[in-house]
């Protein structure tokens, strides 16, 4: 699971009168808890309410926390090109980076290439910033696997590789001068991106035709100037967690 792709989803779903919902749309919507870093990178954990939502509309449009709000342009059998708009959420700087300048998120644009085999679903996906203080370009591909257990007992399981380029790696990991002058942290340039390395799984259990509750757990980990910036190096940890629980309405 990813965390940059939820508020977007969030308002759309909640501007769709339930009305709307009964007689256009498919899907599921939720809430839950999770236990994940104050911020990417950081080795300090706090326990925050977590949206879950999982909308489609017919073969069209489909929106979730992890892809943001996609529109299936080209569909070719297995295959599916996907322009999103989605979002990022920056960096909330708190604890150890707490006199660092806040980071703020914004909306981003992309496109996501995805391919259907059986019970895996494979993706490429490419995303920049057009609002907030991010800047540069993320890539990501991932895979997600799904598959019964037994009649009410689901399996998921999701590896997935992200490429954040340089702009992307200084807005996150970069230490400015006037930020280490106010912390005390040396300055950092990155000098190039980053690789980030996960693996998420999530356990659902049917309660009845309606509701099902959703463990889940990933963890991910840090590389390169991201690795060695001060911010993970010294403050915080190359290796980012995140566990949790949600409750969930299909209809």
């Not at 059998?77 to 960096?91: A, D, E």
């Not at 399981?157 to 942290?185: M, Q």
């Amino acid at each position: 699971m990813t965390s940059h792709t939820w508020w977007p989803a969030i308002m759309i779903g909640l501007a769709v009168s339930p009305l709307a919902l009964a007689d256009s749309w498919e899907g599921s919507i939720g809430a839950g808890v999770a236990y994940a870093p104050d911020y990417l990178g950081s080795d300090d954990y706090d326990t925050r309410l977590l949206p879950s939502l999982q909308l489609s509309y017919g073969d069209t449009l489909s929106i979730s926390p992890r892809s943001g709000i996609e529109w299936h342009a080209i569909r070719n059998g297995s295959w599916t090109v996907s322009p999103f708009i989605g979002y990022t959420f920056g960096r909330n700087n708190k604890g150890d980076i707490s006199a660092f300048e806040k980071v703020d998120g914004g909306a981003t644009l992309g496109v996501r290439v995805g391919y259907a085999q059986r019970a895996w679903y494979h993706s490429i996906a490419a995303s920049t910033p057009i609002t907030g203080d991010m800047d540069g370009t993320e890539f990501e591909v991932a895979s997600a696997w799904r598959a019964p257990l037994s009649e009410r007992l689901f399996l998921s399981v999701s590896p997935s590789v992200h490429y954040g380029n340089e702009k992307w790696t200084e807005s996150l990991f970069g230490v400015s001068a006037h930020d280490s002058e106010r912390s005390g942290i040396a300055t950092y340039d990155p000098g190039g991106g980053y690789w980030r390395l996960g693996l998420s799984s999530s356990l659902t259990y049917a309660l009845t035709p309606e509701w099902s509750a959703t463990g889940f757990v990933g963890a991910s980990y840090l590389t390169a100037n991201a690795s060695d910036s001060p911010i993970v190096e010294d403050l915080g940890s190359e290796w980012q967690t995140i566990t949790g629980i949600s409750l969930n309405y299909s209809f």
